[in-house]
């Protein structure tokens, strides 16, 4: 017998697992049933009213096996002799198009500028410790790509409930906890990412696709408008039957080959701020109304916030991005002379901060001093905005801060506050460095803030900037039916880089599509031609 229950628990209902076991058996009507079977299948945290509710669903079987949770497994078939394609970055997108490929028959062979996750951290204890950026292996570059080192957080806007679905499978079969197909708000963690990352890299070395490091793409081989292969830093020249470019939204270096070549590139419109850090316990104090602290069972709070701003007639949000609770901040610059911040938690996201992005968004008509760089004018602003922070912050990987009521009174700190931010603060007033838009706005936008989260806004709470690498200042447009290139065919521009996916999950999936679309258009065609 199977029975399906929606729940209402409590937090120690939900998170005790005896207790769960007991309670739910007992709500069900079925505790004097022999081997019950209790799965979770649904489960989110309901903090609106001052006692905090977790609603759960559950399927209880009782003298019937369970069905298996997923579906997808780590059997792929053996690809090694087929033609392959060749995919450019290893991060969520690329790794999924190249296990999409393999699913589908076709040899990937993975270029990636940076080192495997292992040999990264190397590259991030040095980052963090002797303020030294290698412009290949970082918070953004290296195998994973950017979000090897993050929260994992693995929400999305897409409602492609069954390509989101197919995502989680994956990584649950390369070792994620399954909690992540249920919870409504789902992370891994940057504690358990790089061994998942490693073990999607060997189901695609074990079915005999390829993934090669240090292997920087500097040019393409195009002839006839059509892309034969890549050139890499070492003059090697590799070809394939497409290209999947997957290089995020910080490689620099690719928006501006593609601009030198005359490939159709376009600016974007994206956002800039700060992060902000509070102590994660004000946070829980606001989010689940609690005296003290959240206790042993609910997890550490996250918000959510935006504000809409009108300045000179123009409105724009600005809005919390990347909530990393229990987190840590990081220094996620990709070149030496600038300054990036960026956030990240462990699993159990047990740190003393809680730190967000705070963005406002900019439109191509905010920058009109920039519109002579053309299709790079939002990203030669971003840089500008960062290599600013580099020289006020003391040239260094030290950060400029800024407590948050010193900053809307436009008052330079005193003294900061402690931070998990490793490299260091130096006390700076944001109003001097920031574009005066983005300082405007956010500082109309924290004050109301707090009508939201009462206690949100505050001066134990210090901005840390600048937060520049949200999204990618400009989209390598594509065709809406077969994703490629509009001038350059078998070339497939996809994820975060291209503008066409906003996070880990969602470039796992255009990954996919895109190998896909690249895999439909060859088994049509004929590839001599
Ligand atoms: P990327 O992950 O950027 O991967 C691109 C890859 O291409 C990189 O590995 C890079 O080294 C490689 N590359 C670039 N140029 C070349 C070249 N010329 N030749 C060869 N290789 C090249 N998102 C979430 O959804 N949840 C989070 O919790 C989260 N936290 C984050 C925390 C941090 C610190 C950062 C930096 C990002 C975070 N993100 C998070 C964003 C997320 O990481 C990105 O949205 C996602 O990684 C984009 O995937 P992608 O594959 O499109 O590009």
């Known amino acids: 017998m199977k029975k399906e229950l929606q729940l209402v628990l409590s937090p120690e209902e939900a998170y005790d697992e005896a207790l769960f076991q007991k309670t739910v058996a007992e709500k069900s009507g079925l505790s004097s049933h022999k081997n019950l ?4 299948t649904k489960r989110s945290i309901d903090a609106r009213s001052k006692k905090v509710k ?16 997923i579906n997808s497994g780590k ?8 033609e392959p394609i060749i995919i450019v970055g290893a991060g969520p997108a690329g790794l999924f198009a ?22 990264r951290r190397r590259d991030l204890a040095a980052l963090n410790k002797e303020h030294i950026v290698n412009p290949d292996s970082n918070y953004c570059f290296g195998e994973g790509g950017a979000g090897t080192y993050s929260d994992g957080k693995l929400y999305t806007r897409s409602k492609k409930r069954g390509d989101l679905r197919r995502i989680m499978e994956i990584l649950v079969a390369h070792g994620a906890n399954e909690d992540i197909l249920v919870d409504a708000h789902p992370h891994i963690g940057t504690n358990k990412l790089p061994i998942l990352i490693a073990e999607l890299r060997e189901s695609i070395l074990a079915a005999g696709g ?6 920087k793409v500097t040019d393409f081989l195009i002839e006839k408008d059509s892309i034969k292969g890549v050139v890499t830093s070492d003059g090697e020249k590799i070809s394939g039957i497409g290209v999947i470019l997957a290089t995020g939204h910080s490689a620099r270096d690719v928006f501006h080959l593609l601009s030198r070549k005359n490939i159709l590139i376009e600016a974007k419109p994206f956002a800039l701020g700060v992060r902000i850090e509070h102590d994660q316990k004000l946070i829980d104090r606001i989010q689940y109304h609690c005296q003290s602290d959240r206790g042993p069972y609910l997890p550490a709070s996250s918000y959510s916030l935006v504000q809409q701003t009108v300045l000179n007639g123009k409105q724009r949000g600005v809005f919390s991005f990347c909530m990393c609770p229990g987190g840590f901040i990081v220094p996620s610059a990709s070149s030496p002379g600038e300054i990036v911040v960026n956030g990240m938690s462990p699993s159990r996201r047990d740190g003393k901060f809680a730190n967000s992005g705070m963005v406002v968004a900019v439109e191509l008509e905010d920058l009109p ?3 002579k760089y053309g299709p790079l004018s939002a990203l030669v602003f971003q840089q500008e905005v960062e290599q600013a922070a580099w020289e006020v912050g003391g040239k260094s990987q030290v950060a400029p801060a800024q407590r948050m009521m010193d900053f809307v009174n436009n008052k330079l700190s005193k003294d900061l506050l402690e931070t998990s931010y490793q490299p260091g603060l130096k006390s700076a007033n944001f109003n001097d460095f920031l574009p005066e838009f983005i300082a405007k706005r956010l500082a109309m936008a924290l004050p109301l803030m707090d009508k939201k989260m009462k206690g949100y806004y505050t001066n134990d709470a210090h901005l840390v900037g600048v937060e520049s690498r949200t999204s990618s ?7 809406k039916e077969g994703f490629e290139h509009p001038q350059i065919s078998r070339l497939y521009p996809c994820g ?3 503008g066409f996916a906003g996070g880990i999950v969602s470039a796992a999936m255009d990954g996919e599509r895109c190998a896909e679309k690249l895999i439909e258009k060859y088994a049509k065609m004929d590839i001599g031609s």
């Not at 559950?58 to 369970?66: A, H, K, L, Y």
């Not at 062979?109 to 292992?118: A, H, M, N, Q, T």
């Open 37 to 40: 079977i209790i799965r979770t």
């Open 54 to 69: 977790i609603n759960v669903t559950v399927e209880i079987f009782s003298g019937q096996n369970p069905e298996p949770l």
């Open 75 to 82: 059997d792929y078939p053996n690809v090694k002799n087929s």
């Open 98 to 119: 190249a296990l999409r490929a393999i699913e589908l028959g076709v040899k990937p062979i993975v270029l990636e500028r940076g080192k495997d996750v292992r040999a």
């Open 210 to 215: 390829e993934v090669l490091f240090n292997t």
């Open 369 to 371: 001093k920039y519109q």
């Open 473 to 479: 200042p400009v989209r390598i447009p594509r065709t």
């Open 496 to 498: 975060e880089g291209a």
